[in-house]
Nanobody, 125 residues
Framework: QAQLAESGGGSVQAGGSLRLSCAASGFMHSSYCMGWFRQVPGKEREGVAAISPSGSGTYVVDSVKGRFTVSRDNAKATVSLQMNSLKPEDTARYYC??????????????????WGQGTQVTVSS
């Protein structure tokens, strides 16, 4: 069955960097738009970034533009989120998700069919 597994979360001080990775298995990963979401307890899940099936199109939410970069390696069935200049407000649980075919923006939770368990990112001031 389809599985997504995130890794790379952790604790970092403000201004630091983390690289999240997502490993996909059990489905045709290269045909899917891949997205990254984040969620803070008590708040709705927020779309952060997405990358088209081929990798030629990428999208990031305004609040992380210039700091976060999304990429993918279809040969390895992985998607990454490079997070630089981290801020305390980036603290959240980050989820990788898959949407069949093309990406749409803004990305919405309802459009994504496969989800990982998430990885925690904590940024201290």
């Amino acid at each position: 069955q389809a599985q997504l597994a995130e890794s790379g979360g952790g604790s970092v001080q403000a201004g630091g960097s983390l690289r999240l990775s997502c490993a996909a298995s059990g489905f045709m990963h290269s045909s899917y738009c891949m997205g990254w979401f984040r969620q803070v307890p008590g708040k709705e899940r927020e779309g952060v970034a997405a990358i088209s099936p081929s990798g030629s199109g990428t999208y990031v939410v305004d609040s992380v533009k210039g700091r976060f970069t999304v990429s993918r390696d279809n040969a390895k069935a992985t998607v990454s989120l490079q997070m630089n200049s981290l801020k305390p407000e980036d603290t959240a649980r980050y989820y990788c998700a898959a949407r069949k075919y093309a990406c749409t923006w803004p990305i919405t939770v309802q459009d994504y069919v496969y989800w990982g368990q998430g990885t925690q990112v904590t940024v201290s001031s």
